[in-house]
């Protein structure tokens, strides 16, 4: 599918619009321009991961400060997280375990990602991933984590260019086809971040994310022959995680 056409209009609303999206963090209010081309936006989205680790990085910098043990600050920073985000990459992630590993057919996987409730392969995969991310992240480096929340951000929007919609609605759909410049800067910001932090192993946690993205690209145009917002987010805790074992090792 060829990413969709946009204008001229200045981008200086993108960058808004992309916390807007992804965090729940105080935004002013934007004008309606600001939301006109939600997909161009998507270069900002490892701008947004930086910005959250770096909030989450100085809370964790005061709790240790206090006195806290790694593992209690890894998780107070766990639910910082959940809470500026709206857990909503981990109900991507809960939704597109129990989608693809739930249905018979792609219109069954997804009813099912559709569906509010959770079901056990979701609840599995949630107990997982935070328990993988609390570990890691009681073990990572502030760079580490930069690194982590940045590129595993600038790896959406390559599914969001690579494969076409599964469904007609829903939030990915909403925002549309990225063009392929602002998907090119989204990688770029994300592997600058790494090589700039942490130098060659950096770069190989990249390409490591970027594999992963790859596979979970095919098995999504597999099981519902396209993606969606669930898939995205799942992809973004997934290549977190990959990310982090990559450089605490």
């Known amino acids: 599918m060829p990413p969709e056409k946009t204008d001229s209009a200045p981008r200086i609303w993108d960058l808004p ?6 965090t729940r963090l105080p935004v002013p209010a934007l004008p309606e321009q600001a939301f006109a081309h939600p997909a161009r936006a998507v270069w900002a989205y490892p701008v947004v991961g930086l910005s959250l680790a770096v909030v989450l990085c100085l809370a964790g910098a005061f709790c240790a400060a206090l006195g806290i043990s790694p593992a209690v600050t890894a998780g107070l920073m766990l639910a910082g997280l ?32 559709k569906d509010s409730r959770i079901g056990a392969y979701g609840v599995l995969a949630l107990i997982i991933a935070l328990g993988l991310r609390w570990l890691t992240w009681t073990e990572a480096s502030w760079p580490a984590i930069v690194i982590a929340f940045v590129v595993s951000r600038a790896m959406m929007p390559t599914l969001m260019l690579a494969l076409p919609h599964a469904r007609a609605t829903g939030l990915s759909h909403s925002v549309g086809t990225p063009p392929l410049s602002a998907v090119i800067a989204a990688l770029m910001i994300g592997a600058a971040i790494a090589i700039l932090l942490a130098g060659g192993i950096g770069l190989i946690a990249f390409v490591v994310s970027a594999a992963l993205t ?20 799942a ?14 090792s």
């Open 17 to 22: 619009a992309a916390f807007v999206l992804l």
């Open 82 to 113: 959940i809470l500026l985000t709206g857990a909503m990459h981990e109900d991507g992630l809960a939704d597109t375990a129990d989608g693809l590993w739930g249905g018979q057919d792609p219109a069954r996987r997804l009813e099912i990602m």
């Open 214 to 233: 790859a596979l979970i690209g095919r098995v999504a145009h597999k099981k519902i022959n396209g993606q969606t917002g669930d898939i995205l987010g």
């Open 235 to 248: 992809t973004q805790i997934c290549t977190e995680i990959a990310i982090l074992i990559v450089l605490i």
